[in-house]
């Protein structure tokens, strides 16, 4: 999951840094790009307790966000996170291809690296601490059936998604709303983390496909021993 400035320091007892959105708000790309394509709902789905959103507040963007995470610890967190803003919903569910119940596996790091997937022993030895503990059974919906409570008619949407190699399910399930999409942020794994889980080549292609262009990445989850990125993330935007 994205972690952000106020886990930074968690983080880093793993090896890792991860600086999705450094110090120089509200002038950071993603930021910049925000506003200059006019987004006006951001869909952050993989949510965890809330870091991305707090920190689209903190460089600028005054949009509505809905946040999804299915882990109900982490939800309870995220929804007193967002109490306090009114154009900030969280809702508990994750998103794929099927809507039902599906057993997520939660990591030990706080659960930032809880996915859908079984993880894959790369990612276990570059950060032990993210190993699984448990599994908890989550409502799984498709995001095209959620879509009309979401985004109004007109409305610019942007999707970011934070889903541990569950990225192609999540967007089969979004079907033709893609296309309602002014861009993504998907992170992307650069080697394979999670069994089945979509690479970069794969997510660029198929964003290529729909007409997003790459506009930005930012660096992610590297493997402190050697210094190997194994995650980044793009944002992308139709032209």
Same mark, same amino acid.
Request: with cysteine.
């Given at each position: 999951m994205t972690l952000l400035h106020s886990a930074?320091?968690?983080?880093?007892?793993?090896?890792?840094?991860?600086?999705?959105?450094?110090?120089?708000?509200?002038?950071?790309?993603?930021?910049?790009?925000l506003r200059h394509h006019g987004v006006d709902v951001v869909l952050d789905v993989g949510a965890h307790t809330g870091h991305y959103a707090s920190r689209l507040r903190v460089c600028g963007y005054r949009g509505r966000i809905t946040s999804f995470e299915p882990i109900g610890?982490?939800?309870?967190?995220?929804?007193?996170?967002?109490?306090?803003?009114?154009?900030?919903?969280?809702?508990?569910?994750?998103?794929?291809?099927?809507?039902?119940?599906?057993?997520?596996?939660?990591?030990g790091n706080a659960g930032a690296s809880s996915s859908l997937l079984p993880m894959l022993g790369l990612h276990a030895e570059a950060a032990p601490e993210s190993a699984y503990v448990r599994t908890e059974d989550v409502e799984v919906q498709r995001l095209d059936a959620l879509w009309p409570n979401l985004v109004a008619e007109g409305e610019r949407a942007f999707l970011k998604l934070d889903v541990q190699g569950f990225? =192609?399910?999540? /967007?089969?399930? &979004?079907?033709? $709303?893609?296309?309602?999409?002014?861009?993504?942020?998907?992170?992307? !794994?650069?080697?394979?983390?999670?069994?089945?889980?979509?690479?970069? =080549?794969?997510? /660029?292609?198929? &964003?290529?496909? $729909?007409?997003f262009a790459l506009m930005h990445v930012l660096p992610g989850f !590297?493997?402190?021993?050697?210094?190997?990125?194994?995650?980044?993330?793009?944002?992308?935007?139709?032209?």
């Open positions: 930074r320091s968690a983080v880093r007892r793993l090896g890792l840094d991860v600086a999705r959105y450094p110090d120089d708000c509200p002038d950071h790309p993603v930021a910049r790009l610890e982490l939800h309870r967190q995220l929804l007193r996170r967002a109490a306090g803003d009114p154009r900030w919903n969280a809702v508990r569910c994750a998103l794929g291809e099927r809507p039902g119940t599906a057993a997520i596996n939660v990591a990225e =192609r399910q999540v /967007l089969a399930g &979004a079907g033709e $709303r893609i296309a309602d999409c002014a861009g993504l942020q998907l992170e992307m !794994s650069l080697v394979p983390l999670y069994a089945g889980g979509m690479l970069y =080549r794969e997510a /660029l292609d198929w &964003a290529r496909d $729909r007409g !590297s493997d402190g021993r050697t210094g190997r990125m194994y995650q980044c993330d793009a944002v992308l935007f139709r032209e």
